[in-house]
């Protein structure tokens, strides 16, 4: 399962994970290890890439490798590196030791539940804690659970159903932008997952199932994007199998980066 994220937090505690001293030799430009980010229910690996040209205020970008793959691997096939010596967020990429995710275990679908999405939570706030950054711009794909730390995501190659707001029982904020890429050709995610997952998010965004917009040929030639809402897109990826490629550029327009 190919996952990728940008997250964002309003509330989250203030937490104490390593003195400013220790903060001034993080490595900048190199991707780097953490190897104390709090509390880390799923046991992941953290690693994080911090631009030499980091913002005052830094948005997190929070980038989840696939099924076989690692942090690495993920560093090097994304341009989430590149992107962020251009906007001076820094780039989170965590690693699971099992290869694929548990995204859709109950554990990761409950706030708090002890499961992949509660370390991944984790790691977000510690960033925005050590490098001051930007509560209001952190992204991810594990936002149903975490809709008070996510604030915008952008899904690839991956799906969810059901009821979005029993993953946090109580839960009245807001919930985050989604963007959703799935390619035609998936046998792994199943095409089905498209309507679905657009379905589901829908649904807490209080928009109607039906698109207010096609538009053909976006964001490449062949592919359609699915306007459902200012906060909900999809994007079918006609004759893509699994997974969807990163468009980073049209990633950093969904963040605003590039308004």
Do not use: C
Not at 73 to 100: H, I, W
């Amino acid at each position: 399962m190919h996952l990728l994220t940008f997250l964002t937090n309003l509330l989250f505690p203030i937490l104490s994970f390593a003195s400013p001293a220790l903060l001034s030799f993080t490595p900048r430009a190199t991707l780097t290890q953490v190897t104390s980010f709090g509390l880390n229910p799923a046991s992941l690996r953290m690693y994080i890439y911090v631009p030499d040209h980091l913002a005052t205020t830094p948005a997190v970008v929070v980038s989840l490798h696939g099924a076989s793959g690692n942090a690495q691997q993920q560093f090097q096939s994304t341009p989430y590196a590149r992107l962020a010596e251009e906007y001076g967020f820094v780039v989170v990429y965590p690693e699971s030791t099992q290869g694929a995710w548990d995204a859709t275990s109950a554990k990761s679908q409950l706030h708090e539940g002890g499961g992949a999405s509660q370390s991944i939570a984790n790691m977000a706030k510690y960033v925005l804690n050590t490098y001051k950054g930007d509560s209001g711009r952190v992204f991810n794909t594990m936002a149903g659970a975490y809709p008070d730390v996510f604030k915008s995501a952008i899904i690839y190659s991956a799906g969810s159903s059901g009821n979005i707001r029993s993953m946090f029982p109580g839960y009245t904020g807001t919930y985050p932008a989604i963007q959703l890429y799935l390619g035609s050709d998936d046998t792994i995610i199943g095409s089905a997952s498209f309507n679905t997952t657009l379905a589901a998010w829908a649904s807490v965004l209080d928009y109607d199932s039906t698109p207010d917009q096609v538009q053909n040929n976006t964001p490449v030639d062949d592919w359609t994007t699915y306007v459902l809402g200012s906060k909900l897109e999809g994007i079918w990826a006609e004759g893509v199998g699994h997974p969807v490629a990163v468009q980073g550029d049209e990633d950093m327009e969904w963040w605003g980066f590039t308004l």
